[in-house]
C-alpha cells in the first residue's frame, strides 16, 4: 500500500536560517512526488514536484527538495527562511503503477519561521 | 487565469440533511479530484474523474457520499443524512490530461459543518 509520512508535526527555524521539512514515502514502484504549501483558510498550492532525473528539484519561493531513493526520502529544504513560509506543508505521492491518479498525502507539517 | 472554484465556501447543517458540494475546474482541465481535509489530519482521497471514463470511487467513506461530473467540467458532490463525522473541508482539484505527473491545482475548499 502507498503511504507517506511527514514525522514532524511542527518544525521551528530562526528567519535567516536553513529548513528541512522531512517526508518519507512507501510505494510498490516507482513514485511521482509533491510538495503543496497550505497557508490559512486558504487551499493548498503546488510548490515542486519529482517525476525523474535530476534528485534536487527547484521550486516555487526558493524551495527545493531532494529525492533519495535508497531511503525513500523527499525532504523539503530552503536556504534561508522567511517569517512568511510559516504554513502547513504537505507531501504526497502517487504509485506509477497505480492506475488511479490519486495522491496519498502526509499528515502535514507546520514550519514556523520565527523573527 | 482563474483558477478552481468551490461552492459554498462555508456550509453548516443540521444532522441527517443532505449537502451538496460544488466544484469548478480549470478550463481545459479534464481530471478533477475531492479530497477531505479533517482537523488536524491530512488529506483523505474520495473520488477521481477523468475524461469520460468510469470515475475511481474507491475513497468514498461510505454510500451516503456520492459524486457527478457533467459534460465533463463542474463537479457536485453529494452527501446524504449528513452526520457530525462528516464535518471537515472538503477541497477539490483538477489538473491536465491523462498523466500521473501533471500537479493538482487546488480550489479553496468548503467548510462543511454538521450540528
Known amino acids: 500500500a502507498q503511504s507517506v509520512a511527514q514525522p514532524e508535526d511542527q518544525v521551528n527555524v530562526a528567519e535567516g536560517n536553513p529548513l528541512t521539512v522531512k517526508c518519507t514515502y512507501s510505494?510498490?514502484?516507482?513514485?511521482?512526488l509533491f510538495w503543496y504549501v497550505q497557508y490559512p483558510n486558504r487551499g493548498l498550492q503546488f510548490l515542486l514536484k519529482?517525476?525523474?532525473?535530476?534528485?534536487l528539484v527547484k521550486g516555487s519561493y526558493g524551495f527545493e527538495a531532494e529525492f533519495n531513493k535508497s531511503q525513500t526520502s523527499f525532504h523539503l529544504k530552503k536556504p534561508s527562511a522567511l517569517v512568511s513560509d510559516s504554513a502547513l506543508y504537505f507531501c504526497?505521492?502517487?504509485?506509477?503503477?497505480?492506475?488511479?491518479?490519486?495522491?496519498?498525502f502526509g499528515s502535514g507539517t507546520r514550519l514556523l519561521v520565527r523573527p | 487565469g482563474a483558477g478552481v472554484s468551490q461552492s459554498p465556501s462555508n456550509k453548516v447543517t443540521e444532522k441527517g440533511k443532505d449537502v451538496e458540494l460544488r466544484c469548478d475546474p480549470i478550463?481545459?482541465?479534464?481530471?478533477l479530484y475531492w479530497y477531505r481535509q479533517s482537523l488536524g489530519q491530512g488529506l483523505e482521497f474520495l473520488i477521481y474523474?477523468?475524461?469520460?471514463?468510469?470515475?475511481?470511487k474507491s475513497g468514498l467513506p461510505s454510500d451516503r457520499f456520492s459524486a457527478e461530473r457533467t459534460g465533463g467540467s463542474v463537479s457536485t458532490l453529494t452527501i446524504q443524512r449528513t452526520q457530525q463525522e462528516d464535518s471537515a473541508v472538503y477541497l477539490c482539484?483538477?489538473?491536465?490530461?491523462?498523466?500521473?505527473?501533471?500537479?493538482?491545482?487546488f480550489g479553496p475548499g468548503t467548510r462543511l459543518t454538521v450540528l
Open positions: 478550463s481545459g482541465h479534464t481530471a
Open positions: 504526497a505521492v502517487r504509485d506509477m503503477v497505480d492506475s488511479s491518479y490519486k495522491l496519498i
Open positions: 474523474f477523468q475524461g469520460n471514463s468510469a470515475p475511481d
Open positions: 510505494v510498490s514502484g516507482n513514485p511521482y
Open positions: 482539484a483538477s489538473s491536465l490530461g491523462q498523466v500521473g505527473y501533471n500537479e493538482q491545482f
Open positions: 519529482y517525476i525523474t532525473g535530476d534528485n
